[in-house]
């Protein structure tokens, strides 16, 4: 059974910088499409960022265009989300999702990912 756990959420001042890891154990990353997804309190839960076992990626929601960036290290089973010019916005749960066979147009579908992290919490004050 895959597990997926992520680290690196915190407070941070608006403008400021993180990068989470989602570190998975029980299998290896390979494979999988990898996802990236946050929850704000009362809000659901949306796709930020996606990225295919082939590298291709997915932007899944507009406001994070230019400031969040995606990235696999498959030899350390590691995904990652990098950052930059956070908004207070941005302040949420995020996290990790893994799923095997799915495209593209779907990566940023929270419904099609059977492995979820427990998830890192972000806040940015202003």
């Known amino acids: 059974q895959l597990r997926l756990v992520e680290s690196g959420g915190g407070l ?16 290896t990353l ?22 295919s076992a082939r590298d291709e990626t997915a932007n899944c929601t507009d406001s994070v265009k230019g400031r969040f960036t995606i990235s ?30 799915i495209t593209v147009t779907t990566m ?5 990912y059977p492995y979820w992290g427990q998830g890192t919490r972000v806040t940015v004050s202003s």
């Open 12 to 27: 941070v001042q608006a403008g400021g910088s993180l990068r989470l890891s989602c570190a998975a154990s029980g299998g």
């Open 72 to 101: 696999r290290d498959n030899s350390k089973n590691t995904v990652y989300l990098q950052i930059s010019n956070l908004k207070p916005e941005d302040s949420a749960v995020y996290y990790c999702a893994a799923a095997s066979l």
């Open 108 to 112: 940023c579908l929270k419904e099609w």
């Open 30 to 51: 390979d494979p999988y499409t990898l996802g990236w997804f946050r929850q704000a309190p009362g809000k659901e839960r949306e796709g930020v960022l996606g990225i």
